[in-house]
């Protein structure tokens, strides 16, 4: 080999040595300048939930874990318990304040004079979607921090869409209704007396079995479990009311809270209103879903009541809101100020969520 040959190979091997050198060196600084989240340093968040995960509020608890990992760059994990696989429905909120979850999804409803600020948003007010309902359940904590959440962080509230009538047969006026037995739960077994049907007080789980075996002739409820729980195969009816709306909170335990770090504080305050119009928009969407579901697999009817009938409903109602109104007055609270300020907050969203 010449000279000169050799002092080009070596120049071609030092050029070659030089290249993988800077890529190496940019490697480990693109590595070094990257923020990266040890197993030690990432917190580890467990989140119970009561539903079966195909249901809306586990379909937003999965939202909001992942948007949460997303935001904090996985600084944040969170662990999900549908289904009761970590706390039952009625122990949601004590379980979450002895720390056996660190977050919980609850239903105020399932414990009836437990949140009686919340509770008014449950009433027979008429709300006609989940969103107007979710952002006056948010306005309506905002504006009287009430002291039934004060032993838990409020991370988000939600409700699902009003609820309605799904029966065996059709039901087209109140008249209908009359003697007829529907399983209900919370406010419903107090609307559906006064409407003259028979409430018949159950959970949701049971209701499958009880409207086969002919022990209810219908369910009181919002209209996504004609999917969800395939309750359109055994109920081809329904009829639309907007009776009431049951309201749901995501609440942390406080020293959990406590215990966060500022910046991961930021990320699930910011998302606190964005993830409830997220949620009910979803859970909206959701009950038109399962209609045409509903219409094209079982061939589904829904009715609707006639104007004087809707105004009856009303007038037959209001008392339940008047007893409300007594109720958390003797108890320290402006009963009446809460049922005006609902109302507006109604008014407020239902020209938002037209």
């Known amino acids: 080999m010449t000279k000169d040959r050799q002092i080009k190979k070596r120049e071609v ?11 190496l060196s ?9 923020p990266k989240i040890s197993l030690a340093q990432q917190i580890t968040l467990k989140y119970a939930n009561f539903p079966p995960a195909t249901t809306f509020p586990c379909v937003q608890m999965e939202r909001w874990a992942r948007e949460v990992e997303k935001r904090t760059n996985n600084k944040v994990k969170v662990q999900t318990f549908p289904g009761g696989t970590l706390l039952s429905a009625k122990n949601m909120f004590d379980g979450v304040v002895a720390g056996t979850a660190d977050i919980g999804c609850l239903a105020m409803g399932y414990q009836p004079g437990r949140f009686p600020v919340s509770e008014a948003i449950d009433l027979p007010i008429g709300f006609t979607s989940a969103r107007a309902a979710s952002m006056a359940l948010l306005d309506l904590l905002e504006k009287y921090k009430p ?44 609307i559906l007396k006064r409407l003259g049907a028979v409430p018949v007080g159950m959970p949701q789980s049971e209701a499958p079995e009880a409207i086969q075996k002919g022990v209810v002739k219908g369910n009181v409820s919002s209209m996504e479990i004609l ?67 509903s219409k ?39 009963g009446k100020q809460i049922i005006e300020d609902v109302f507006k907050f109604k008014e407020k969203y239902e020209k938002i969520y037209k």
């Not at 480990?28 to 990257?34: K, P, S």
């Not at 009538?165 to 209900?184: H, I, N, Q, W, Y």
Request: charged share 30%; glycine share 2%; net charge neutral.
């Open 147 to 190: 002291k039934e959440f004060e032993q838990v962080k409020v991370l988000t509230a939600f409700t699902c869409p009003p609820a309605d009538f799904m029966t065996k047969t059709p039901v087209r006026s109140l008249k209908d209704l009359k003697g007829m037995e529907l399983r209900a739960s919370g406010v419903a077994t107090e």
């Open 13 to 23: 091997a030092m050029k070659r040595f030089l290249c993988a050198f800077f890529v």
């Open 227 to 293: 999917k969800d729980f395939n309750f359109a195969a055994y109920l081809p009816y329904a009829t639309e009311a907007k009776l009431f709306v049951v309201s749901f909170a995501v609440v942390m335990n406080k020293d959990k809270w406590d215990s966060l770090p500022s910046d991961v504080k930021k990320v699930m305050d910011d998302l606190k209103r964005e993830h409830a119009e997220w949620t009910a928009t979803y859970v909206d969407n959701h009950v038109l879903e399962a209609l045409k579901w």
């Open 26 to 34: 940019f490697l480990l600084f693109m590595q070094v300048g990257a």
């Open 296 to 334: 094209e697999k079982y061939n589904h009817q829904v009715f609707k009541f006639p104007p004087e009938d809707l105004e009856e409903i009303k007038r037959l109602t209001r008392p339940i809101i008047d007893d409300y109104i007594k109720r958390v007055t003797a108890q320290g609270l402006p």
